[in-house]
């Protein structure tokens, strides 16, 4: 299976290749893209493919050669990104194409009438009107499928969009570095080779996160959490939280009898302590709560509770996706580490 940064990349290709996000109706839209970061002898390369018209004298006649279009733009983008090893030069060109972005062309049409029609002024009037922060809301909620699946799969990259002054502008998706070992592809080179199921869960995680399917990826989130713990059980034990308990570098959890007793408060209650100081067991806690959200938000999300015969469940969010799988791959990396001294 390819990469995720590559999908991503073939995904990002396959929007603008259906003409809905950036329009291509003259030649000069991705020369003034490409050119615009640095990248022109890219477009001398294809412009044969990125131009929608060729002429002949004064004719302007349809260009065949476009028909290559998505080829085309899924080859600059792989070329510019280099696997991962030319992040600067990439970030320039996907901040060149936001920037030709026109804000009206992100919303459906049904969204621009109502402006118009109901309330009498343009959508960038409406935007105008309100902060940054609200137009960003406004524009995560009320934009068109494809302009969310675009930021889904920027994000992948790590890139986001943020908005400012009626434009939209390309922005870093994390502080972290681009040289982190949280990179997913090395994360999932490393699950492949000693966890196959497990690989395949998380590429499934970030692909519901793609497709802005939060439940579905955090309910995958879970899953990698308890199977992951579950490799490092003994034989014949249920539950994961063995296997936990077995990675947990937290002082005395190696001598605590029932591991559940640490997340009900009893685990010390044998304990003669000769101070108030007790063991904590901080990184056991740390990582059941996170199985506890990835559950309360994932498979466990329509189990609501009931008040005045009404249900009141969770809602969960791309936000919420997002925290989930990132911290997810914090405990993957933390294990990786752990590995290295486990015996």
């Not at 990125?50 to 070329?79: T, V």
């Not at 040289?179 to 000693?194: A, D, H, P, T």
Request: net charge negative; proline share 3%.
């Amino acid at each position: 299976m390819d990469r995720l940064d590559e999908i991503a990349l073939s995904r990002i290709a396959t929007i603008l290749d259906r003409q809905r996000i950036i329009y291509t109706n003259s030649n000069s839209i991705w020369e003034k893209i490409l050119s615009n970061a640095g990248q022109s002898e890219l477009y001398s390369r294809f412009s044969g493919s990125l131009n929608p018209y060729s002429y002949n004298g004064p004719w302007q006649n349809p260009n065949n050669g476009f028909d290559e279009f998505y080829s085309a733009i899924k080859n600059i983008l792989q070329i510019v990104y280099a696997n991962g090893e030319n992040l600067d030069e990439f970030t320039l060109l996907m901040t060149s194409m936001v920037e030709e972005i026109n804000l009206e062309n992100i919303f459906d049409e049904s969204v621009l009438r109502k402006f118009t029609n109901y309330f009498d002024f343009s959508i960038n009037e409406h935007l105008n009107s309100m902060s940054n922060d609200e137009c960003i809301k406004f524009i995560k909620e009320e934009s068109k499928q494809d302009f969310k699946l675009l930021i889904n799969n920027l994000n992948v990259l790590n890139l986001d969009f943020t908005y400012s002054q009626g434009h939209l502008n390309l922005v870093p998706f994390t502080e972290q570095s681009t040289q982190i070992s949280r990179k997913s592809s090395l994360l999932v080179s490393w699950l492949n080779k000693n966890f196959p199921l497990i690989a395949e869960m998380y590429q499934e995680a970030i692909e519901n996160y793609i497709d802005g399917e939060p439940v579905s990826c955090i309910s995958n989130c879970r899953n990698i959490i308890t199977g992951l713990f579950s490799e490092y059980k003994e034989d014949g034990n249920k539950s994961w939280v063995k296997g936990l308990q077995k990675l947990s570098t937290d002082t005395n959890i190696e001598n605590v009898q029932v591991p559940n007793n640490i997340m009900q408060g009893s685990a010390n209650k044998n304990i003669s302590f000769e101070s108030d100081k007790e063991f904590k067991y901080s990184r056991f806690k740390l990582f059941y709560q996170l199985y506890s959200l990835t559950s309360d938000l994932g498979p466990h999300i329509t189990e609501a509770p009931k008040v005045g015969g009404k249900l009141y469940p969770e809602k969960a969010t791309q936000n919420d996706a997002l925290l989930c799988i990132r911290m997810t791959e914090d405990i993957l990396i933390w294990v990786i580490e752990r590995l290295k001294s486990y015996e």
